[in-house]
């Protein structure tokens, strides 16, 4: 059975910090690209930053130079390090893990996690 479970959301004030975690269990971590997408409230989920299994990161516009996305393999878990945080990041926070093996896509999701902004 696999599991993304997120954590680390919150209330938070604009130009604060937060660190989200993703921690994974039923799938072989280190094989799968992970990335973190968010949802604000009447908006399309978008991508947030990505990590490949190589180690590569891809990120958002809105948010380059402000968060920075990580993961340890040791700990089957991705980490997103969000700084000078603004009103417009709240939303929800989702972790996807992503792999290929053949022709056959895996997709997986966590539940989310809500980052608020309290200013």
Avoid: H
Avoid at 58 to 67: E, H, I, L, P, Q
Avoid at 99 to 116: A, M, P
């Amino acid at each position: 059975q696999v599991q993304l479970v997120e954590s680390g959301g919150g209330l938070v004030q604009a130009g604060g910090s937060l660190r989200l975690s993703c921690a994974a269990s039923g799938i072989v971590f280190s094989d799968n690209a992970m990335t973190w997408y968010r949802q604000a409230p009447g908006k399309q989920r978008e991508l947030v930053a990505r990590i490949t299994t190589g180690g590569t990161t891809t990120y958002a516009d809105s948010v380059k130079g402000r968060f920075t996305i990580s993961r340890d393999n040791a700990r089957n878990t991705v980490y997103l390090q969000m700084n000078s945080l603004k009103p417009e990041d709240t939303a929800v926070y989702y972790c996807n893990a992503y792999s290929r093996f053949g022709i056959r896509d895996y997709n997986y999701w966590g539940q989310g996690t809500q980052v608020t902004d309290s200013s």
